[in-house]
């Protein structure tokens, strides 16, 4: 069975070019340049009008990982509770402290939509435990996915790391492994037996660069590759 391939979209025009390539879930961000930050409620409103796959909408109010203090955490809250509001699938967030996952800080924020489920994005690679990452997460029953790459390193040290992260996930995390500009990722995951799902953003695009556009001819064939 092909495995779930999700988008970075930034408006309604890419999210309808990744529906037609095949995309199975979209991510929508603004800013996608500066790593992804809240978009607009009007633009999450529209986008989740337009197609018929499940978005999942980033809550993010700055560029680093972690939230600066309790005036940005009730801003996000108040973020969670108006896309709660609309037609999304669930959210994309994650902050760390300490060189840890900053648990409360996620708690608050989720319990500020408590119907929509969620992904921790890559500040889970700024821990210095991933494994206890892991089980600290388990405790926020919102959170189904972990966007990764595998860390640093060379391809096959990532590779047994994301092995490793998904055999302690699971059954109730999936891994979102983000694939880069490396086709061959996805082709020797999409066969793995472990359940993983596969997130692209620049590899959607042509240039594949951040300011390049999504393209629906792209998309089919690294959806062709799962």
Aim: net charge neutral; hydrophobic share 45%.
């Amino acid at each position: 069975m092909p495995k779930l391939l999700e988008v970075i979209v930034t408006n309604v025009e890419e999210a309808r070019e990744a529906e037609l390539g095949g995309a199975d879930r979209l991510e929508l961000v603004r800013a996608f340049e500066l790593g992804g930050l809240t978009p607009a409620a009007a633009v999450v409103g529209e986008v989740a009008g337009a197609v018929s796959i499940p978005v999942r909408v980033m809550l993010r109010e700055n560029t680093s990982m972690s939230a600066s203090d309790e005036r940005e955490i009730a801003e996000l809250q108040k973020l969670a509770r108006q896309m709660e509001q609309l037609p999304i699938d669930g959210l994309v967030l994650g902050f760390v402290k300490n060189d840890g996952l900053d648990l409360e800080a996620m708690d608050q924020v989720l319990r500020a939509a408590p119907g929509r489920r969620a992904t921790l994005h890559r500040a889970f690679e700024h821990t210095a435990d991933p494994i206890g990452a892991i089980e600290q997460v388990k405790k926020l029953p919102q959170i189904d996915r972990i966007l990764t790459s595998g860390g640093a390193g060379p391809w096959r040290e990532r590779k047994a790391r994301l092995l490793e992260w998904q055999a302690a996930a699971a059954p109730k995390i999936r891994l979102l492994v983000g694939a880069g500009l490396r086709a061959s990722t996805l082709t020797e995951l999409a066969h793995h037996p472990g359940e993983f799902e596969f997130h692209v953003g620049r590899a959607a695009r042509v240039p594949h660069t951040t300011m390049g556009a999504v393209s629906r001819a792209e998309v089919a064939k690294l959806k062709a590759l799962l």
